[in-house]
């Protein structure tokens, strides 16, 4: 590839490592939540559709690479949309996990000082009056 200006490589390695870090929260997350699904059929199709996408994703960017980069700017914005509703619904699930086991939020009500720190039960006390 030749000299590379090192902005252009730090830029990308950004831009790359925080692509791959929401794709893989997506995944995770989603198969986080079809994994609570009792039957098997979910599970294997979301596998063969990830080997599918993964195929498909690699053949467009070689043979057609500007028709790759519309779809993966459509996915970023899809990514965009998604991860908040996916996290969300991860919260969801692990309060209702809590309900079942009894686990109660200890930090629901927790405050936070300017510094950020968290501040203790009698301080809070204090603040509330």
């Known amino acids: 590839m030749g000299d590379v200006n090192p902005a252009v490589a730090v ?19 989603t198969r986080l939540l079809i994994n609570t699904s009792p039957e098997p059929v979910s599970n294997w199709t979301a596998s063969v559709l990830e080997d599918v996408a993964v195929i498909t994703g690699v053949w467009a960017a070689l043979v057609h690479p500007w028709v790759f980069l519309v779809i993966l700017i459509l996915f970023i914005l899809l990514l965009i949309w998604f991860l908040p509703r996916l996290w969300g ?12 086991f009894g686990i109660k939020n200890k930090h629901k009500d927790l405050k936070l000082d300017s510094s950020g720190d968290s501040i203790t039960e009698e301080e809070n006390e204090k603040h509330k009056h």
């Open 11 to 29: 830029a990308a390695g950004i831009l790359g490592g925080g692509l791959s870090a929401s794709t893989h929260a997506a995944k995770s997350g």
């Open 89 to 100: 619904a991860i919260k969801k699930f692990f309060a209702f996990l809590g309900r079942i």
